[in-house]
C-alpha cells in the first residue's frame, strides 16, 4: 500500500555533493519559484506546506520573511504554515515571500499551491525547487538518499532539507507497511546496510517503526494514536557490508496527523443553574463546556459547536432559551418565566466537533426558576388605634401584619417597614417581627402626656428585595393615644452646685433646692426629705430649703477633691406617690482650723559624719492656710540640734550641731503654717557611734540597751539577792552552827523552822566550856 502523507507530501531535497572548485557566494533565495502541490481543497489551520531556502552569506539563521498573502505565516527559517484555514476555490493560491540580505537588498520568491489529483500525480516531487531539486523515485515511493561522501573538498557539502513526514493515525494496515525507503549513494557502488534508532524504534515506544536492513524499507507495524504521541524523532544509519563505509546518520521526524476520532465529552452532566423569573432577554446566566481529545491547533476536530435539542416544558413558548455555539453560554431567547406555574426546566444539549459536522455528544441542562419579587406585600389592615402609656421606652404599640404573594422564606417574601410620617420627634420604631410577616412598632423615647396626646404614624411595607417593575406600596396609619401617668417631681438642675466654707455654723442656710411636678393638670404638693447624706451634716425643710445641722468638715473622709455630695428627695401626695431626686454638691472652701505636723517620729542617725535627715510636714488645709511652714526647736532641742528648710519650705532637715554620744534623745519642734497655726512634734532620734550614712551601733548597747543601764539593773539584782540572804537565809544557818549549849542541854531550844531563830532565853547561860560544839 502506498504512503498517504495527509494533506501535504514534501519531499527532501538533496543538494549537490562532489569536488568543486570555490566560488563567492551571492546572497538571494536558491529559486524563484516555489511549486507546493496538495491533493484536497481544504487546507487547515497550522498546517506546513513547505520551506524557502534563502541564502544571507554571512552566517546568519533567523531570516525576517514577508509574505503578500496573509492567509501564510512563515517561521524565520523559511517555513511555510497556515495562519487560519483556507479552501481552495479554484484550486490554485499564488503569493510572493520577500527578504532582505545584509545590504539591504530585497530579494522574492514567487509560491504557488495548486491541487493535484492523488493518483495522477503520486510521486515525491511535492516540494519542488525549480532550479536545483534532486528527486528519486522508486515504485512512487519516497526514498530518502543520503548524500555521497566526498573528501578533499574546497567547500562545505550541501545537505538535506528534512521536513516532517506525516502520517494518519489509525491506518488500517495490513501491517508492517511501507512507508518510505532510505537510500545511500554509495549503493551504486558497494552494498549498504541501514537501522534506525530513535523514538518508536529503539527507544519507546519500541518497535512501531523498523526497516529492511539491506533494502533500507521503513515500516509501520502497527496503528498509530496521535492522542497517546504526535510525532517521532527518528535518525537514519548506513553502512557499508564489505566496505568500510559509514555515511553521517541524519535525522527524520514522522508526524501522526489527526483523524476525528474522539467525540466531545461534556465537563459535567447535567449541568445546573438558577434564573430568576424576572431576568432580563438576552442575559447569560449559565454555560455548558465540553472538551474534544482531538487536534485543536492543526484541525477542525476540536472544534465544538453546542445546540439545544429540546426544552421541558415547552411553555409559555417552545424556545425560552438560546445557547451560544461557540461559547456554550445559555441566555434568556423571551421573557414570561413564572416559578408559580412553571419552576424548572430541562435542555437537552449536543455539543459537536469539526464546528458542527463532525461526532455529537448530548447532556442536559437543568434550569430552576427562582421567584423574582413581583408581588408587593399587603398590610391585612390599614388602619390602627392603640393606647401607650407615657414615659414608657421600649413599649410595643402595634402589631401589623402583612400578606406577600412570592415564595416564603425568601428575599422577596420577606418584608421591612418605616414611618413615613407623624414622628418628627422620633419617638418610635418599627422592625421586622419574628415572623418576617409583621411590622412591631415601639418606643424609642419616652413620651409625654403634657406635651403631646395623641400620634398619627403612616407605616409603608417593602420587601428586602427590590421590587420587579412598577408596584404598589401598601400603607397603614396607627393612631397612638398617650396615656397620663403619674410623674415624679424633677429637680432643676438634676445636680445643683454651692460652694460655702466648712466652718459655717449649725443652722446656717445653704441653699433653697426646690423640684416641679410635671403633672400640670394635677394639682399636687410638693415635700422634701435627705435622701444620702454620708456625714448626716444637712437637714432640708418641707418647702426645700438645706440647712446645716452638725459643722462640717473639708478634711473629712466623705469630702471628695473638695466637695461633698447629698441627695435630696422630692415626694408628691399622689396616692401612688412618686419620688424624684436631685444632687446637691457643696464645694466646701478651706479655713486654717489644722495645724501642721512632721511626719516622721523616730529618726536613726551616726554621730559622725552623718548627713541631715529629712523631714516631711504635712497640713491638712489646702493654700492658702498650708506651707511654707516655719520650725522652731523647743528646749534642749535647739541647744544640741540645727533645722533648715529645703527651696519649697514644705521639708525640712534636722542635723546635729557637734558629735553627740550615743543613745536616745528626744526632740521637740515646733511647726508653724503661714497663717500662725502651730504645733509640737516629738521625735525620738536613735545615735550611734558610727560614721556616715551606715548606721550601726556598737557593743556599748546590748540588747538594745546601753552598758550603763545594763549595768545599773545587773546591780539591783544583785542588791536584791544579798538582802535576801541577810533577812532570811544566813539567820538560819548561823543558828544552827553555833546553838547554845545551856546546862547540858544538846539540843536547840527551838527548831530550826522556829521563826525565832535569833532569839535566846534571858535564863540561859550561854557560853563557856560547856559550849564547846
Known amino acids: 500500500m502506498t504512503v498517504r502523507l495527509g494533506t501535504l507530501f514534501v519531499i527532501f531535497k538533496i543538494l549537490s555533493c562532489g569536488f568543486a572548485e570555490e566560488s563567492p557566494c551571492t546572497p538571494g533565495f536558491e529559486s524563484k519559484l516555489l511549486v507546493v502541490k ?38 524565520m527559517d523559511g517555513t511555510l504554515m497556515m495562519r487560519r484555514s483556507v479552501t481552495l476555490h479554484e484550486g490554485l493560491k499564488e503569493f510572493s515571500v520577500s527578504a532582505w540580505d545584509f545590504s539591504g537588498k530585497k530579494h522574492t520568491v514567487f509560491v504557488r499551491v495548486e491541487r493535484v489529483d492523488y493518483h495522477k500525480d503520486h510521486d515525491v516531487n511535492t516540494l519542488m525547487n525549480t532550479s536545483s531539486v534532486q528527486t528519486k523515485s522508486l515504485s512512487d515511493d519516497l526514498i530518502l538518499i543520503f548524500p555521497k561522501s566526498s573528501l578533499g573538498l574546497n567547500r562545505a557539502k550541501r545537505c538535506w532539507i528534512l521536513p516532517p513526514l506525516t502520517l494518519h493515525e489509525n491506518g488500517k494496515g495490513p501491517f508492517p507497511m511501507r512507508l518510505f525507503q532510505i537510500k545511500s549513494d554509495s549503493a551504486s557502488e558497494t552494498p549498504m546496510a541501514y537501522k534506525i534508532t530513535g523514538e518508536g524504534a529503539d527507544q519507546d515506544p519500541k518497535g512501531i517503526f523498523q526497516i529492511d536492513r539491506l533494502s533500507g524499507w521503513v515500516s509501520v507495524t502497527q496503528q498509530l494514536d496521535r492522542e497517546k504521541k504526535a510525532s517521532y524523532k527518528l535518525v537514519a544509519h548506513a553502512t557499508g557490508v564489505d566496505a568500510n563505509i559509514v555515511e553521517k546518520p541524519f535525522e ?78 445559555i441566555s434568556m431567547l423571551e421573557t414570561g418565566l413564572d416559578r408559580e406555574q412553571w419552576s424548572s426546566y430541562t435542555l437537552v444539549i449536543t455539543a459537536t466537533d469539526m464546528n458542527g459536522e463532525g461526532g455529537s455528544t448530548t447532556g442536559t441542562a437543568v434550569i430552576t426558576v427562582t421567584d423574582s419579587n413581583n408581588n ?58 419574628p415572623s418576617r410577616l409583621e411590622g412591631v412598632i415601639t418606643t424609642v423615647k419616652p413620651l409625654n402626656y403634657e406635651k403631646n396626646k395623641q400620634y398619627i404614624l403612616s407605616v409603608i411595607v417593602v420587601n428586602d428585595d427590590k421590587f420587579v417593575g412598577p408596584l404598589p406600596t401598601s400603607t397603614a396609619t396607627v393612631t ?124 536613726e542617725l551616726c554621730n559622725q559624719d552623718s548627713g541631715p535627715v529629712l523631714l516631711s510636714i504635712t497640713d491638712n488645709d489646702g493654700p492658702p492656710f498650708a506651707g511654707p511652714f516655719t520650725v522652731e526647736p523647743q528646749g534642749d532641742t535647739s541647744k544640741n540640734w540645727s533645722v533648715f528648710f529645703n527651696e519649697t519650705g514644705h521639708y525640712l ?121
Not at 435539542?309 to 409559555?316: A, N, R, V
Not at 402583612?402 to 414622628?423: F, H, L, M, N, Q
Request: with cysteine; hydrophobic share 35%.
Open 38 to 75: 496538495v491533493h484536497k481543497d481544504h487546507l487547515h489551520k497550522g498546517e506546513r506546506l513547505g520551506r524557502v531556502v534563502f541564502s544571507t552569506c554571512d552566517g546568519r539563521t533567523g531570516i525576517d520573511f514577508q509574505s503578500t498573502d496573509q492567509e501564510i505565516d512563515l517561521n
Open 252 to 329: 527524520f521526524i514522522v508526524t501522526v496527523m489527526d483523524q476525528n476520532d474522539n467525540k466531545p465529552v461534556f465537563t459535567q452532566n447535567p449541568f445546573n443553574a438558577n434564573v430568576p423569573e424576572a431576568l432580563e432577554k438576552g442575559e447569560v446566566f449559565m454555560t455548558v463546556t465540553a472538551t474534544d481529545a482531538d487536534d485543536k491547533e492543526n484541525t477542525d476536530n476540536a472544534d465544538i459547536s453546542y445546540a439545544i435539542i429540546s426544552q421541558d416544558p415547552p411553555s409559555p413558548k417552545p424556545n425560552m432559551f438560546a445557547i451560544n455555539p461557540v461559547s456554550g453560554g
Open 376 to 433: 408587593a406585600p399587603l398590610f391585612e389592615q390599614t388602619l390602627y388605634t392603640v393606647s401607650v402609656p407615657e414615659n414608657q421606652v421600649g413599649a410595643e404599640v402595634a402589631k401589623l401584619p402583612v400578606t406577600d404573594g412570592d415564595e416564603p422564606e425568601s428575599t422577596a417574601w420577606s418584608t421591612k417597614y418605616r414611618v413615613i410620617g407623624g414622628d418628627k420627634g422620633g419617638f418610635f420604631n418599627v422592625s421586622t417581627g
Open 480 to 603: 397612638v393615644n398617650v396615656e397620663d401617668e403619674n410623674e415624679p417631681p424633677e429637680f432643676n438642675p438634676k445636680e445643683k452646685f454651692i460652694s460655702k466654707p466648712e466652718d459655717l455654723p449649725v443652722g446656717s442656710d445653704l441653699v433653697n433646692y426646690t423640684a416641679t411636678d410635671p403633672d400640670t393638670e394635677k394639682k399636687q404638693k410638693i415635700i422634701y426629705r435627705i435622701g444620702n447624706d454620708p456625714s448626716g451634716w444637712l437637714s432640708v425643710t418641707d418647702a426645700g430649703q438645706i440647712q446645716v445641722k452638725k459643722p462640717m468638715d473639708r478634711e473629712n473622709p466623705s469630702v471628695k477633691d473638695g466637695k461633698y455630695k447629698a441627695v435630696i428627695l422630692a415626694l408628691d401626695d399622689a396616692d401612688t406617690p412618686t419620688t424624684g431626686t436631685g444632687t446637691l454638691v457643696i464645694e466646701l472652701q478651706d479655713v486654717n482650723d489644722n495645724a501642721p505636723v512632721i511626719h516622721e517620729r523616730t529618726i
Open 653 to 773: 532637715s534636722l542635723k546635729p550641731q557637734s558629735q553627740l554620744e550615743q543613745r536616745e534623745y528626744n526632740l521637740v519642734l515646733r511647726v508653724t503654717d503661714r497663717e500662725g497655726q502651730s504645733q509640737e512634734s516629738a521625735i525620738q532620734a536613735s545615735v550611734c557611734d558610727c560614721k556616715g550614712e551606715a548606721f550601726q551601733c556598737t557593743n556599748k548597747q546590748v540588747a538594745g540597751v546601753p552598758l550603763l543601764g545594763f549595768l545599773g539593773i545587773l546591780g539591783g539584782i544583785l542588791l536584791f539577792v544579798l538582802l535576801i540572804l541577810k533577812l532570811y537565809i544566813l539567820p538560819r544557818y548561823l543558828l544552827f552552827f553555833s546553838s547554845c549549849s545551856c546546862r547540858g542541854k544538846t539540843t536547840p531550844l527551838l527548831s530550826v523552822d522556829d521563826v525565832r531563830v535569833n532569839i535566846c532565853y534571858d535564863d540561859e547561860e550561854c557560853g563557856g566550856e560547856g559550849d564547846q560544839n
